[in-house]
């Protein structure tokens, strides 16, 4: 088993909490604070600064860092492998998804992973694609699964689910009459769309762009940071959303929601995989392949 120091050294230094650390470790916050000191204690050092409440790595702790992460992942890979003489198949994997990934696409493929391979432990983070993007770059996860159509140089990406953004409104509201307007209609309908940063405000954008459209054309009444927040708006409004199409399925047959097309315009992405560049770890290899042909069935 890997170092408990080192691993509570790596919670601390990627939250720059001891109060994050004890709380994701389930470890009390003296225990975290002995840990560090007795890592400092061993190599004469200290490794982080403290500055009132926070905290900041120093030189030395961002040398333990770098050196800690690869631990990390050697560790990852031996534990699988060496479970993999037994014929069992085990390890610990971080996962970092986009919102709507973890809220509406995962949820039962991960239940479904949990019973296939049950001493798997998987961690999840959620945030929007950016946010999954920077995590996956800090390593603070080992996969993530965004929703953007923006590709940094330094990641891979693999898609793995085709997925598009629909306009919906309040069945009985002003809206619900139209089932398709024009794009001169929506530039003055009141719109709720999700934060910058997401995937799904990425995807818009460069849709719109190829109608000479820009965000700041249209009536934006509010932006949100979850598709939850954008149905519950909806629901009450007579304003209209652009969310994902897992997202509102149920509340379609349901006659809650209202699809109502936009002339000429579609807003298409595909959900895509995304690690850092170079292969992939088996125990990552098999989670993607478990997704993928899950979609595919």
């Not at 600064?49 to 900041?56: C, E, K, T, V």
């Not at 492998?81 to 085990?90: F, G, H, I, T």
């Not at 088996?282 to 069935?297: A, D, G, P």
């Amino acid at each position: 088993m890997i170092d408990i120091r080192l691993k509570v050294f790596l919670s601390a230094a990627m939250n720059l909490s001891f109060t994050k650390a004890s709380q994701e470790l389930f470890i009390s916050q003296p225990a975290i604070s002995k840990h560090i000191q007795e890592l400092e204690r061993e190599y004469n050092c200290r490794l982080f600064d403290r500055l009132g409440n926070r905290i900041q790595l120093t030189h030395a702790g961002q040398l333990l860092l770098g050196h800690a992460r690869k631990i990390q992942q050697d560790y990852q890979q031996m534990d699988y492998d060496m479970n993999s003489l037994q014929e069992k198949v085990a390890g610990e994997l971080r996962v970092g998804a986009s919102t709507t990934i973890s809220q509406y696409v995962l949820p039962g493929i991960i239940a479904d992973f949990h019973k296939r391979f049950p001493d798997i432990r998987i961690t999840m983070l959620s945030g929007n694609s950016r946010e999954v993007e920077t995590a996956l770059r800090e390593g603070r996860i080992d996969l993530g699964m965004v929703e953007g159509i923006v590709r940094r140089p330094e990641l891979k990406y693999h898609p793995f689910m085709d997925d598009e953004l629909v306009p919906i409104v309040r069945t009985g509201g002003r809206l619900a009459k139209y089932d398709t307007i024009t794009m001169e209609r929506l530039r003055t309908v009141p719109l709720v769309l999700r934060e910058f940063g997401s995937g799904s405000l990425d995807v818009l954008q460069k849709a719109l762009e190829t109608k000479h459209i820009a965000l700041t054309d249209l009536n934006i009444e509010m932006n949100l940071g979850t598709t939850e927040g954008i149905k519950h708006y909806v629901e009450h409004t007579d304003a209209m959303g652009i969310v994902s199409i897992q997202a509102v399925r149920d509340q379609i047959y349901a006659n809650i929601f209202k699809i109502v097309d936009i002339e000429h315009l579609k807003f298409e992405r595909q959900f895509c995989f995304v690690e850092k560049q170079g292969a992939s770890p088996k125990l990552q290899s098999k989670f993607k392949h478990f997704i993928t042909s899950s979609y595919k069935s």
